[in-house]
């Protein structure tokens, strides 16, 4: 996905979907005394089991990939080795200004999609959104599949490499508009993602929207970095008191995340046991409650990769955490019957079982001066440095 697009999709991810509830398929609570299904603890147990399950995927491969992105960030955006030809591929660094900005843009877009929920109609509003987020789940799907498509292709295989190029203007004065390259490899990956899109589209079956979800996620926590431990911080912070506002003190939250039917939050159906593939009584868990807690896990796996060790602890912890966050907001959401912003009890436990782990290991002080530079500060950098040796 490029930058643009993964701006795109994050922002109704926060706005919509940070929130842990159970809804049936038309949005009304399935937790409610007076629900017509009540859930079997069997199916409320696996479906409960297979949104932590769900979650934990994206952020653990995502960290993993992000590790790959942030080398090849370094070597440089063209490298072809590493499998990033193009701009739109490497990662985007979120900045302490980035981070403290994007809980009010994010409570912006929600109060705007409230609106537009109120006034519009909400069928003609889901279709133009499933559109845009066929596209989106399109691209995000297969650049989620293609390091999978390279190990699963034999080396036999005829790999041609294609390139899409518009360019404005003529002779000198001729600018490039697009060019993107890519291969055989990725058009199978593109013809994949779009079946799985139209499926989505004409049905909206809940496994085509977690597919979609999970890429979305996945190329969320492979591709939006945090610049240091600070910035994870305050982008935490910032989301915890957002997050908490808009579902406790006001109905917005959840009047979207029920009205909004785009591919931002996995579901899993609690009568699956009782209905198979057409159940529709569902546990939902936002995409937002992975994504932002996801990026800053991995921006300490890239730390423990920093330190030159074969451990992985503050990887391991801040997982660990994730998992007890999330249990403990399933448990008092199922203990007190009403939705919880999952952020809640997501933040205080990521930030603080590294922070724990790093006072107990003499390390923190050097936990919150890793940063990591942006390719165009690096090259700002070096030219600074040849400025200077020419001066002398």
């Not at 190329?219 to 008191?241: A, D, P, R, Y």
């Amino acid at each position: 996905m490029s930058e643009a697009e993964l701006v795109q999709a994050s922002a109704p991810e926060a706005a919509a979907a940070a929130i842990l509830n159970a809804t049936d398929s038309n949005g009304t609570e399935a937790l409610n005394a007076t629900a017509k299904f009540v859930a079997s603890p069997e199916g409320t147990a696996l479906a409960y089991g297979s949104l932590v399950f769900m979650a934990l995927l994206p952020i653990f491969f995502g960290a993993l990939r992000s590790v790959t992105c942030s080398k090849s960030k370094e070597l440089g955006e063209n490298d072809y080795d590493s499998g990033f030809r193009n701009a739109s591929d490497m990662p985007e660094t979120i900045t302490s200004r980035d981070a403290a900005r994007f809980p009010i843009i994010a409570s912006c877009t929600l109060f705007g999609l409230y609106l537009f929920f109120k006034v519009f109609s909400q069928e003609y509003i889901n279709m133009l959104l499933s559109v845009y987020f066929f596209g989106l789940g399109v691209l995000a799907l297969s650049h989620t599949m293609s390091p999978l498509m390279s190990r699963i292709f034999p080396h036999s295989f005829s790999n041609k490499q294609y390139q899409l190029l518009f360019t404005q203007g003529a002779e000198e004065s001729k600018e490039e508009i697009v060019n993107y390259e890519f291969d055989t490899k990725n058009l199978v990956c593109l013809v994949i993602s779009s079946l799985v899109g139209v499926w989505y589209l004409l049905k909206k079956h809940w496994i085509a929207n977690n597919v979609f979800g999970l890429a979305f996620a996945l190329n969320g926590v492979e591709l939006l970095h945090l610049n240091n431990v600070s910035t994870g911080c305050i982008l935490l912070g910032g989301l915890f008191v957002y997050d908490v506002f808009w579902v406790f003190g006001t109905n917005v939250m959840v009047t979207v995340a029920k009205s909004f039917e785009a591919p931002i939050k996995l579901v899993f159906p609690q009568d699956l046991l009782e209905r198979g593939l057409d159940a529709s009584n569902f546990a939902m868990l936002g995409l937002g409650d992975i994504v932002i807690p996801g990026i800053f896990i991995a921006l300490l796996l890239r730390f423990d990769v920093s330190l030159k060790r074969n451990s992985r602890t503050y990887f391991y912890s801040s997982f660990l955490a994730y998992i007890f966050g999330l249990g403990l907001t399933i448990f008092v959401m199922h203990t007190f019957k009403h939705a919880q912003p999952a952020l809640l009890y997501l933040v205080p436990a990521c930030i603080g079982f590294p922070v724990i782990v790093a006072l107990i290991r003499g390390e923190f002080t050097e936990l919150f001066s890793y940063e990591e530079t942006p390719p165009e500060d690096t090259e700002a950098k070096e030219d600074d440095s040849e400025s200077e040796k020419k001066d002398q």
